[in-house]
């Protein structure tokens, strides 16, 4: 299997689509969130920021075909994981964890001194997945401003407070 990881570009974006699409999929298994599966997903103009900003990274396979991608928003000590998604034919197969891995370096270089993300507490490809990758829950009281904010949006987008967390990998 030979995979690459590089920068998303424009010409991508139809397909960075269609894997996030595939990714919301899993969520039919989830009686509560099956909407999710329908939903929307971000918009080719987001896509668009993420690529312009150098802040969007995907695999690709040999025939060009992108098993998934990842979009970040640096901030002044975290780089925040806005999306990571892998379509659904390639999931399992370690593709988000070199997503992670290569954001955890890229930032580390930039002096980033943790990841953070948001996420559901009970879905098992959230954040138990994340947990066994070395993320940490956040305590609500040590949540940073941009964090309470996310959480809130959320909220805001019908998830109910109590099902999504914030947590954190520790860069080194």
């Given at each position: 299997?030979?995979?690459?990881?590089?920068?998303?570009?424009?010409?991508?974006?139809?397909?960075l689509i269609?894997?996030?699409?595939?990714?919301a999929q899993?969520?039919?298994?989830?009686?509560?969130?099956r909407?999710?599966a329908?939903?929307?997903?971000?918009?080719?103009?987001?896509?668009a920021d993420?690529?312009?900003?150098?802040?969007?990274w995907l695999?690709?396979?040999?025939?060009?075909?992108?098993?998934?991608f990842i979009?970040?928003?640096?901030?002044?000590?975290?780089?925040?994981?806005?999306?990571?998604?892998?379509?659904?034919?390639?999931q399992?197969?370690?593709?988000?964890?070199?997503?992670?891995?290569?954001?955890?370096?890229q930032?580390?270089?930039?002096?980033?001194?943790?990841?953070?993300l948001t996420?559901f507490?009970?879905?098992?490809?959230?954040?138990?997945?994340?947990?066994?990758l070395?993320?940490?829950?956040?305590?609500?009281?040590?949540?940073s401003?941009?964090?309470?904010?996310?959480?809130?949006?959320?909220?805001?987008?019908?998830?109910?407070?109590?099902?999504?967390?914030?947590?954190?990998f520790?860069?080194?």
């Amino acid at each position: 299997m030979s995979l690459q990881i590089r920068l998303a570009q424009p010409q991508d974006i139809a397909q960075l689509i269609a894997v996030e699409r595939s990714a919301a999929q899993l969520f039919h298994q989830q009686p509560a969130w099956r909407f999710i599966a329908e939903g929307p997903v971000m918009s080719s103009e987001q896509h668009a920021d993420f690529i312009q900003r150098q802040h969007e990274w995907l695999v690709e396979g040999a025939s060009g075909e992108i098993a998934g991608f990842i979009a970040v928003i640096p901030q002044s000590q975290d780089w925040h994981i806005a999306e990571l998604s892998v379509a659904a034919n390639w999931q399992r197969q370690g593709i988000g964890r070199r997503l992670i891995a290569e954001v955890a370096a890229q930032a580390a270089l930039q002096g980033a001194q943790s990841l953070t993300l948001t996420t559901f507490i009970d879905v098992p490809w959230n954040a138990p997945y994340y947990q066994r990758l070395g993320f940490r829950p956040i305590a609500a009281q040590q949540l940073s401003a941009s964090l309470k904010h996310q959480l809130a949006e959320d909220s805001a987008q019908g998830f109910a407070a109590d099902s999504r967390c914030a947590m954190e990998f520790t860069l080194s």
